[in-house]
């Protein structure tokens, strides 16, 4: 699976927007991003996942570069219920189904 | 509902035992995972199975067998418990197995389950 890389740590305020980068500069044409994100002391959860357009769902919106080797999640609005590690991870189409998890960013917000 | 279960969700022991712990999805699903998160936060799959049937098994000891008895549980059991053992182990399970040309899908957690070797 191709890698990513993504921050380790950033903060935001209470209320305002996040945007979360990741880069996968070596993503192939069948590759998906996804995002899923683990709360303290719980199992990981699933967020978005794209492939070339960009994404919206309610938890959240994925942009993807028009390269696709980069990609950036955006909390509209975060909250204290939003502190978390955010995975971006790639899974190839047809590929077998594991996830193959980074470090991840760790999100903290400041009330 | 919980949708993905594992029992225990703390377990502590000595090393040299054996254990089990179990996972119950009630989501219909056809493919399982257990996955290993140490104590740095890294999470790693561990095991895959899909309809009873083994599909992923990356390098893990021999120590560890899976035991899938239908498609809505995967448990794991653990032989000779090592101190590197300690982790906690995640549960999951997906809709569609992504080889079978389906579109990749979503993956549920379970809560975890912290396992100390002491």
């Known amino acids: 699976d191709a890698k990513t890389t993504q921050p380790n740590s950033m903060e935001s305020n209470e209320e305002e927007p996040v945007h979360l980068p990741c880069n996968h500069s070596t993503i192939s044409g069948t590759d998906y991003i996804h995002w899923y994100r683990q709360l303290p002391s719980q199992g990981p959860e699933y967020v978005i996942h794209?492939?070339?357009s960009n994404v919206n769902n309610r938890m959240a919106s994925l942009a993807i570069a028009e390269d696709r080797k980069s990609s950036t999640l955006i909390l509209h609005r975060a909250t204290l219920r939003d502190a978390a590690v955010y995975y971006c991870?790639?899974?190839?189409?047809?590929?077998?189904?594991?996830?193959?998890f980074g470090t991840g960013t760790r999100l903290t917000i400041i009330p | 509902d919980t949708a993905v279960s594992q029992t225990p969700k703390y377990l502590v022991t000595q090393m040299g035992n054996d254990k089990s712990i179990k996972c119950e999805q009630n989501?219909?699903?056809?493919?399982m995972y257990w996955y290993k998160q140490d104590s740095k936060k890294f999470l790693k799959i561990m095991f895959s199975y899909n309809n009873k049937e083994l599909i992923i098994n990356e390098t893990v000891p021999n120590r560890f067998s899976p035991k899938s008895p239908d498609k809505a549980h995967l448990n794991l059991h653990i032989n000779s418990l090592e101190l590197g053992d300690s982790a906690v182990y995640f549960c999951?399970?997906?809709?569609?197995?992504?080889?079978?040309?389906?579109?990749?899908?979503?993956?549920?957690f379970g809560p975890g389950t912290r396992l100390t070797v002491l």
């Open positions: 989501l219909g699903h056809d493919t």
């Open positions: 991870i790639l899974k190839d189409y047809g590929g077998n189904e594991k996830l193959t």
């Open positions: 999951a399970s997906s809709q569609d197995l992504g080889h079978s040309g389906h579109h990749t899908d979503t993956q549920y």
């Open positions: 794209g492939l070339t």
